[in-house]
């Protein structure tokens, strides 16, 4: 069973989560179900532009980057914040720590970041428990140094070793019919795919539970009717269940704007979530009817020091928007910065 998980999470990654970056995603995603018992749709995606960016994807699976820079305004401010940007072109700090583990030839078998109540950087550990004894402070210590290079102090690192489950024969039933499942929609979206210039496709999704099939063309596209039916015939190809084929016809100057403004906030984000002194809890943001980046801090509204420091943070995220670096992906862009209270007031 295991060996099946390997090879089919292999073939997935290659294939359709080629972004996704720590092992075991989807092992992982059927082992939680079965203990859950809570069968959560589950989708894949496609081609360029296909993933879409959540505020979790933003925090786990996108690249970070920064710029070193030091405004004018900035050298005259005597701020009790710093300026951001001191890691350009650097990589999201999950995955360093993955990478490095792998590097030194650690048995991990996944790296993940919690931002539920506290800040924290886990890592599971694979391999017997004199195996985990022997290493998991070497690992502790590892990606406590990683971070402290950073000066990210405002994780925490926890490790533990990774569990192998006891399956019962219902458990074993279920995998199964994931694997089988997993591989048709792979099956599906790869052929549809095959499609993605005559279609214009810009988004392509699917949902086993609902038996739906989404699709994304910029809306200049007709003949949708069309597509549809073309679309059905695929479908029809590889499995005899009934999917309900959805196609979105989308605004490509609002799509690119959102695209970019996702970037613009992992960009920003980095530096912002890992460091104590900006007190920043949280991202979002939105692109309707124009571009909003959000930050929560861990400041209640009534504190006596949460405008000025809301303050100081705009300042800090305003300045490095006006780099050379960031004027690429803002493009002109007329937007808003949006600090808020733990208590959701806003404080600027």
Not at 19 to 44: G, M, P
Not at 139 to 148: D, F, H, N, Y
Not at 210 to 234: C, F, G, L
Not at 270 to 282: A, F, N
Request: aromatic letters at 8%; zero cysteines.
């Amino acid at each position: 069973m295991e060996d099946k998980l390997k090879k089919l999470r292999g073939s997935m990654t290659n294939t359709v989560l080629s972004d996704v970056t720590f092992d075991q995603n989807l092992e992982r995603k059927i082992h939680d179900r079965i203990e859950r018992r809570s069968f959560t749709s589950k989708r894949n995606h496609l081609g360029k532009r296909f993933m879409y960016l959540t505020a979790a994807a933003v925090l786990l699976f996108a690249l970070f980057i920064g710029s070193a820079f030091v405004s004018p305004a900035m050298a005259k401010m005597a701020a009790k914040i710093p300026y951001l940007g001191q890691y350009f072109e650097s990589e999201n700090i999950g995955y360093v720590i993955h990478e490095k583990l792998k590097e030194e030839r650690y048995q991990i078998s996944g790296v993940g970041a919690s931002y539920q109540g506290k800040k924290e950087i886990f890592i599971d550990i694979q391999g017997d428990d004199q195996y985990f004894e022997k290493v998991k402070n070497e690992v502790q210590s590892l990606a406590a140094e990683i971070l402290k290079s950073r000066g990210y102090d405002a994780y925490s690192v926890k490790v533990g070793k990774y569990q192998e489950r006891i399956l019962s024969e219902e458990d074993k039933k279920f995998m199964q019919e994931q694997e089988k499942q997993a591989e048709q929609d792979e099956n599906i979206l790869t052929a549809i795919n095959k499609k993605r210039e005559e279609y214009q496709l810009e988004g392509l999704g699917i949902d086993s539970n609902k038996k739906i099939i989404e699709m994304e063309v910029p809306n200049t596209v007709e003949r949708t009717d069309e597509m549809k039916q073309q679309v059905q015939k695929i479908v029809s190809a590889h499995t005899n269940e009934s999917y309900t084929i959805k196609i979105k016809k989308i605004n490509m100057k609002k799509r690119d704007q959102d695209w970019r403004w996702g970037q613009i906030l992992t960009m920003v984000g980095e530096d912002l979530m890992g460091k104590k002194v900006y007190k920043v809890t949280g991202l979002a943001y939105s692109v309707y009817p124009s571009p909003e980046i959000i930050f929560k801090t861990s400041l209640k509204s009534t504190d006596p020091d949460s405008k000025e420091h809301a303050e100081q943070l705009e300042k800090v995220i305003e300045d490095y928007l006006k780099t050379d670096e960031m004027k690429e992906k803002v493009k002109g862009d007329s937007y808003t910065i949006t600090i808020r209270s733990k208590d959701q007031k806003k404080l600027n």
